[in-house]
């Protein structure tokens, strides 16, 4: 029976496999954004070694100075180096991203198949993440970060919670379509027991769906710790972040445009790029899509 479908009744159609290379080289979008991840990942996780400073030295005499040789983007109201802070700040957004997004699609996937497998389930589960998503994500978030203690792990799991409603429908609707294809019911009726079919028949189905919405909830995760950040409920206001460093030089962006500016570059291109493989790999993993290319 197949088993590898991506949509049903498109068994051979999938296209992410060796002999269809070529569409990633038609799609400039996948590339692109790509291209543009690797860039932004590789400054951040070099940090040590290209930082020119301790993100954390506070020289007053160099404060507020533009670029120069010495601070290639120029210092802050605290004589701090901006590139070291900006290099230093995407690993927070990185962490954040990448953590945000696994743990909401595992939560999403565990209570979407309960949702979608088992009947009784369906109506309580549902009904609570209805609840959830009642509430928009960022007010749920501060929510949860006025009532905790303000650190890294804190951040993560207060943009997990909201993003995981989302992930709990779409695995829920896959369940729902996937449950009723013949090769689940023939596994059904032979005896085969419910985790096997879901880990051998259901879960390989969801894989390009799921990875294609993980991109775009790591996204949203890097902006909300931002906007977390900037209001001042985020990571802690010594720890370097795109958003700190911005919430720290809105004071002075009259006088010092760039303590905001770069950040903000790296922050957009982050989005962008993840953004950007989030449309590549949908193009690519989805078979209507594909064909076009």
Same mark, same amino acid.
């Given at each position: 029976?197949?088993?590898?479908?991506?949509? /049903?009744? *498109? *068994?051979?159609?999938?296209?992410?496999?060796?002999?269809?290379?070529? #569409?990633?080289?038609?799609?400039? =979008?996948?590339?692109?954004?790509?291209?543009?991840?690797?860039?932004?990942?590789?400054?951040?996780?070099?940090?040590? #070694?290209?930082?020119?400073?301790?993100?954390?030295?506070?020289?007053?005499?160099?404060?507020?100075?533009?670029?120069? %040789?010495?601070?290639?983007?120029?210092?802050?109201?605290?004589?701090?180096?901006?590139?070291?802070? *900006?290099?230093?700040?995407?690993? !927070?957004?990185?962490?954040? %991203?990448?953590?945000?997004?696994?743990?909401?699609?595992?939560? %999403?996937?565990?209570?979407?198949?309960?949702?979608?497998?088992?009947? #009784?389930?369906?109506?309580?589960?549902?009904?609570?993440?209805?609840?959830?998503?009642?509430?928009? %994500?960022?007010?749920?978030?501060?929510?949860?970060?006025?009532?905790?203690?303000?650190?890294?792990?804190? !951040?993560?799991?207060?943009?997990?919670?909201?993003?995981?409603?989302?992930?709990?429908?779409? !695995?829920?609707?896959?369940?729902? =379509?996937?449950?009723?294809?013949?090769?689940?019911?023939?596994?059904?009726?032979?005896?085969?027991?419910?985790?096997?079919?879901? #880990?051998?028949? !259901?879960?390989?189905?969801?894989?390009?769906?799921?990875?294609?919405?993980?991109?775009?909830?790591?996204?949203?995760?890097?902006?909300?710790?931002?906007?977390?950040?900037?209001?001042?409920?985020?990571?802690?206001?010594?720890?370097?972040?795109?958003?700190?460093?911005?919430?720290?030089?809105?004071?002075?962006?009259?006088?010092?445009?760039?303590?905001?500016?770069? /950040?903000?570059?790296?922050?957009?291109?982050?989005?962008?790029?993840?953004?950007?493989?989030?449309?590549?790999?949908?193009?690519?993993?989805?078979?209507?899509?594909?064909?076009?290319?």
């Amino acid at each position: 029976m197949p088993n590898t479908l991506a949509i /049903p009744g *498109a *068994a051979d159609e999938l296209p992410f496999i060796p002999s269809r290379w070529r #569409w990633l080289r038609k799609n400039p =979008t996948l590339i692109i954004g790509v291209l543009l991840l690797l860039i932004v990942s590789a400054i951040t996780l070099a940090a040590p #070694w290209i930082a020119t400073h301790d993100p954390q030295d506070i020289d007053p005499l160099t404060r507020m100075q533009g670029a120069s %040789g010495a601070h290639y983007f120029g210092t802050d109201a605290l004589g701090r180096d901006v590139f070291s802070r *900006a290099v230093w700040g995407g690993r !927070v957004s990185m962490i954040v %991203g990448i953590s945000v997004a696994v743990l909401s699609t595992l939560a %999403g996937v565990l209570l979407g198949l309960v949702a979608g497998f088992v009947r #009784w389930a369906d109506g309580p589960v549902m009904r609570v993440m209805d609840g959830m998503m009642a509430i928009p %994500g960022i007010l749920l978030a501060i929510a949860l970060m006025a009532v905790t203690r303000a650190s890294l792990a804190t !951040v993560i799991v207060a943009i997990t919670v909201p993003e995981i409603p989302r992930m709990v429908r779409l !695995v829920r609707s896959l369940s729902l =379509t996937l449950r009723e294809q013949l090769y689940v019911e023939a596994a059904h009726a032979v005896g085969t027991r419910l985790p096997v079919i879901l #880990w051998r028949h !259901v879960l390989p189905n969801m894989v390009a769906p799921l990875i294609v919405q993980a991109t775009f909830v790591a996204a949203a995760a890097v902006l909300i710790e931002a906007s977390l950040s900037f209001l001042g409920v985020g990571v802690p206001a010594q720890t370097p972040s795109w958003g700190n460093m911005m919430a720290e030089g809105r004071n002075f962006v009259a006088v010092a445009f760039h303590i905001i500016l770069y /950040p903000g570059l790296l922050l957009a291109a982050t989005v962008l790029a993840i953004n950007l493989l989030g449309d590549g790999l949908r193009d690519v993993l989805d078979p209507r899509l594909a064909r076009q290319l």
